[in-house]
């Protein structure tokens, strides 16, 4: 199946601003969202305590910047994303020390050693070829200064088909008890249509490759999880 392109998806999400703006749920479709903020907030402030600068990719409508500022109130926030409507709300909720940067991460320029803490949300899932998970990924550790981290909570895959299998059933069930059959069809659908997720341990495996010291898997509710990586 030809998967979407960037634009389309850009256009999907020009529509579904709202969804992604309320801090106290995250984004719906994801199994246990809030945790997966929280607990990529207080990592990264653990981790990473005098931070000064970070960059949230794919931010959407700005949840996980905001959950990073209750931690580390004077952060510069620099946040990418496809989406014009996406980055003016996220720019209107977060406030002073933000820049806003519309575009591809594929595509956009990290100055190295520029940042402290980077984030990804629901972001990488769709990347396409080992390629660019490996040019987005090394260009992120670049990125970081020395004792800086990278955090992301994504949709991931599995290598054994039958765990994906279950997995994917398990996460059909949660759709439908969220609110019902029809909006498991929607989100299967352009799951399938947009979507390229990889497995949890190839990140982690990229992870270390690119160069990460230290890595750390924070939490994982069938295919969804929150993981991240500290640069030496």
């Known amino acids: 199946m030809t998967k979407s392109t960037p634009e389309q998806i850009r256009a999907r999400f020009d529509k579904d601003v709202e969804r992604f703006s309320n801090l106290e ?107 660019e998970w490996r040019s987005v990924f090394g260009k992120v550790y670049r990125s970081l200064r020395p004792g800086g981290s990278f955090w992301i909570s994504d949709l991931i895959s599995h290598s054994m088909p039958a765990v994906q299998e279950l997995m994917w059933s398990r996460y059909g069930d949660y759709l439908t008890g969220f609110k019902g059959e029809e909006y498991r069809r929607h989100v299967f659908e352009y799951v399938e249509y947009e979507d390229t997720p990889r497995p949890l341990l190839f990140q982690i495996d990229l992870l270390r490759e690119c160069g990460f010291s230290e890595v750390e898997i924070l939490h994982k509710n069938s295919c969804f999880a929150a993981f991240g990586a500290r640069k030496g």
Not at 37 to 43: G, P, R, T
Not at 95 to 107: K, M, S
């Open 25 to 131: 749920t995250g984004q719906s479709a994801t199994i246990d969202a809030p945790l997966s903020m929280e607990l990529i907030a207080q990592a990264a402030a653990s981790t990473t305590p005098n931070a000064a600068a970070m960059v949230d990719i794919g931010c959407g409508a700005g949840n996980l910047s905001l959950k990073l500022r209750q931690f580390l109130p004077s952060l510069e926030v620099t946040l990418i994303d496809l989406s014009l409507p996406m980055l003016e709300r996220a720019t209107e909720r977060l406030g002073g020390r933000t820049r806003a940067i519309q575009g591809d991460i594929r595509e956009v320029e990290l100055a190295e050693e520029s940042v402290d803490i980077a984030v990804g949300a629901a972001v990488f899932h769709h990347l396409r070829g080992e390629p």
